[in-house]
């Protein structure tokens, strides 16, 4: 099993519909992260959280929200999705050291339409 | 706020060598990374190098850092065309008590 499970894969959702994201990962650290990836914009951060108890906004998250439902759980919410939030979305982790970086999940890529 | 910059785009011949350039802008980083990211995939750590070195190699990877200018670079020898990826650069500001920061990505493309 993926060390970071992202989940759907794909989905496709219409302007104005409420969608969750989920993530979950079995490496046991305490730091989650969700990105979105566009095309000549690269990575930016849109939540991140260091435990269970923090949440913290990152550079995109207006119209978006986030739960950190345990340890190893971390979902990201549209609640009303436009098509400008059509996108690849990663979550990752880390550890509270740096030596190892992040370690992603394979992606979700969503439509809105 | 910490800026880190990479050129989108870079295309080389297979069997040539590839240098992907990043530059950053928090003189007190302490690790930097560099993730590629295959078609269709996540993104993975490839290398990262403390901020005490100026070169780790690692098989046909080679990272140099030039603290000074605040450049770190990727070169990749005998490039092969499992190497057509994208790039990321990525910096640990020295708090470690905020996320990484990333480049935008240089798009590696590599002509057989």
């Known amino acids: 099993d993926a060390d970071v499970t992202q989940t759907p894969r794909n989905r496709i959702t219409k302007t104005g519909k409420r969608i969750m994201l989920e993530c979950s990962q079995t490496?046991?650290?305490?730091?989650m992260y969700w990105y979105r990836q566009d095309p000549g914009l690269g990575l930016r951060l849109i939540y991140y959280?260091?435990?269970?108890?923090?949440?913290n906004k990152g550079e995109i998250s207006d119209g978006y929200s986030v739960s950190r439902q345990a340890q190893a759980k971390f979902s990201l919410s549209l609640e009303s999705a436009i098509p400008n939030q059509t996108a690849l979305y990663f979550c990752?982790?880390?550890?509270?050291?740096?030596?190892?970086?992040?370690?992603f999940g394979s992606g979700t890529r969503l439509t809105v339409v | 706020g910490e800026d880190v910059e990479q050129s989108l785009f870079l295309s080389v011949r297979e069997g040539d060598s590839s240098v992907i350039n990043c530059t950053y802008t928090?003189?007190?980083?302490?690790?930097l990374y560099w993730y590629k990211q295959e078609p269709g995939a996540g993104l993975q750590l490839l290398t990262y190098?403390?901020?005490?070195?100026d070169m780790k190699q690692d098989q046909r990877l080679t990272v140099l850092l030039n603290k000074k200018d605040k450049h770190l670079s990727l070169r990749i020898a005998d490039t092969q065309t499992g190497d057509s990826a994208i790039y990321f650069c990525?910096?640990?500001?020295?708090?470690?008590?905020?996320?990484?920061?990333f480049g935008k990505g240089t798009r590696l493309s590599v002509i057989a």
């Open positions: 990752a982790t880390s550890e509270g050291t740096a030596n190892y970086g992040y370690t």
């Open positions: 490496k046991g650290h305490d730091r």
């Open positions: 959280s260091f435990d269970v108890k923090d949440i």
């Open positions: 928090d003189s007190s980083s302490t690790y």
């Open positions: 190098i403390f901020s005490n070195m």
């Open positions: 990525a910096d640990w500001p020295v708090s470690g008590n905020t996320p990484l920061v």
